[in-house]
């Protein structure tokens, strides 16, 4: 009598045992077995990630357009993250082959697009890099012809790779946009992409850039 008791004790016991796994194995949205989320990837490192103001100032950028050539002098001691972010995009080669995709007559000329490459479309690597955002730097630079500022939408806090050069004065962008360095020789090559024709703001022949190299800036 008591073996019997003590099997069907068991057999009801192993019999809840399995139902309670059931419910739980079925619980809808539960997996026991789940993946972890992956973990992002780190930025991929370059080469001014580290540079100091005095190295990043001894750098110059010569733009070589289908226009002509721009060479720029840059102020980092003014807009370090700019300067910095503008040298990195350079050194690595991906303003090769953008192009100048916004122009204002009278104003501005705007490239730095990573998506204004002739057929619109990016790597994922260059996209990411592309939407990688940059603080605000507004400082002391004027905005005056032949200076080159970052541009960014209203949010704050949102430029990435786009930049302007300024045909004329626009005081009230002062102490709001991020002026980081100024043309020190092709104003007239900023002057002719400005003036060709226009549509809302986008250039009938957009002006690539062909390559982008950094120099050592000319004494004086």
Known sequence: ?????????????????????????????????????PTP??????????????TMAAQCVSLDT??????????????????????N?????????????RVVPGFVIQGGNMWSREGGKVARAIGERARRTLPDEPNKILHERGVVS????DEPNQATT???????????????FAAF??????MEVVDAINKAPVHEEKPDKPVRVR?????????G
């Open 89 to 101: 995009l350079t050194a690595t080669g991906l303003f090769d082959g953008t192009s100048f995709s």
């Open 1 to 37: 009598m008591l073996g019997r008791f003590l099997v069907s004790f068991i057999l009801i016991s192993t019999l809840a045992s399995v139902a309670v796994a059931q419910s739980v194995s079925a619980t809808p949205g539960v997996k026991a077995n789940a993946r972890p989320a």
């Open 66 to 87: 289908e226009a002509g050539l721009i060479e720029i002098e840059l102020y980092p001691e003014q807009a370090p993250e700019s300067v910095r972010n503008f040298l």
């Open 162 to 176: 786009d930049f302007f050069i300024l045909v004329a004065a626009a005081p009230y962008l002062d102490g709001k």
């Open 41 to 54: 990837a780190a930025p991929a490192k370059e080469p001014f990630d580290k540079a100091d103001v005095k």
């Open 150 to 153: 970052m541009a960014r939408p």
């Open 211 to 219: 390559k982008a190299s950094l120099m050592a800036c000319k004494a």
């Open 181 to 186: 360095g100024r043309v020190t020789k092709g």
